[in-house]
C-alpha cells in the first residue's frame, strides 16, 4: 500500500543552518505530496505542496520538489530560525481512497536553538 | 471565519465510559476527517465523510463511530473507552480531494485511565 518514510529526528540545529529532512514515498498512481507543519500545542498547517513530478512547492523559505525518479519530496531550508523550531510531516494523498485521506510520515522534530 | 474547531480541547475518561467529541466547520467543505496522533506513529486516519450524510472507515476505526447529520459537522464517538484509545485526536476537513489541502483544528486530548 501507499507509505512515507521520513528522517527520523530530533533534528537539532543552530540558527541560520541549512536543514534538510529527507522524505520517500511509495504509492500507485500519481498522488499530491505535502509538508505540514505542527508548532507546538497547535493543529498542522500546510507548508507547502506539490501535485506533480517535478513541481517545486515553496513558503516561507522551505522548498521541496517532487522528484518521481526517487521517489522522493525532501524538505530544505537555507537558513533556519529559532521560530522554525516545530514538528514536520510528510504526507500524501490516497488516491486509492474516496476522501483521498492524507497518509502522513512519522514526523520529524526540528529545535533551533540560537 | 473560525475555520475548524474542536471541542472538548481536553478530556480525562474513566475505562468504559463513552464520550463524543465535535468537530466543526464553517469553511462549506465537503470532505471531512477524523485522525489520531500517537508518539512516533504520525497521524492515523480514523474516519472520514465525503458529505453530508456519508461516513467511511479509515486505517483504524475499531471502537470509534461518526456521524455527519449536517455538512458542517462531523462527530466521533467512543462508545466504550479503552486505555489504547488514550490519544490526540485531530480533524480536519478540505474542499475537494487530491490536490486540495486539509485544514486542522486544534486537536483534543483524550486520556482513558
Known amino acids: 500500500g501507499n507509505s512515507v518514510t521520513q528522517m527520523e529526528g530530533p533534528v537539532t540545529l543552530s540558527e541560520e543552518a541549512f536543514l534538510t529532512i529527507n522524505c520517500t514515498y511509495t504509492?500507485?498512481?500519481?498522488?499530491?505530496l505535502f509538508w505540514y507543519v505542527q508548532y507546538p500545542g497547535e493543529g498542522l498547517q500546510l507548508l507547502l505542496k506539490?501535485?506533480?513530478?517535478?513541481d517545486k512547492g515553496s513558503n516561507k523559505g522551505f522548498e521541496a520538489t517532487y522528484r518521481k525518479e526517487t521517489t522522493s519530496f525532501h524538505l530544505e531550508k537555507g537558513s533556519v530560525q529559532v521560530s522554525d523550531s516545530a514538528v514536520y510531516f510528510c504526507?500524501?494523498?490516497?488516491?486509492?481512497?474516496?476522501?483521498?485521506?492524507?497518509?502522513f510520515g512519522k514526523g520529524t522534530t526540528l529545535s533551533v536553538s540560537s | 471565519n473560525a475555520g475548524v474547531t474542536q471541542t472538548p480541547k481536553f478530556r480525562v475518561l474513566k475505562t468504559g465510559q463513552s464520550m463524543t467529541l465535535l468537530c466543526a466547520q464553517d469553511?462549506?467543505?465537503?470532505?471531512m476527517y477524523w485522525y489520531r496522533q500517537d508518539p512516533g506513529m504520525g497521524l492515523r486516519l480514523i474516519h472520514y465523510?465525503?458529505?453530508?450524510?456519508?461516513?467511511a472507515k479509515g486505517e483504524v476505526p475499531d471502537g470509534y463511530n461518526v456521524s455527519r447529520l449536517k455538512k458542517q459537522n462531523f462527530l466521533l464517538g467512543l462508545e466504550s473507552a479503552a486505555p489504547s484509545q488514550t490519544s490526540v485526536y485531530f480533524c480536519?476537513?478540505?474542499?475537494?480531494?487530491?490536490?486540495?489541502?486539509?485544514?486542522f483544528g486544534p486537536g483534543t486530548r483524550l486520556t482513558v485511565t
Open positions: 506539490a501535485t506533480k513530478a517535478d
Open positions: 480536519a476537513s478540505s474542499y475537494d480531494s487530491i490536490s486540495y489541502e486539509q485544514y
Open positions: 504526507a500524501l494523498s490516497d488516491l486509492n481512497q474516496a476522501g483521498t485521506a492524507l497518509i
Open positions: 469553511m462549506n467543505h465537503e470532505y
Open positions: 465523510s465525503v458529505g453530508e450524510g456519508t461516513t
Open positions: 504509492a500507485t498512481g500519481y498522488p499530491s
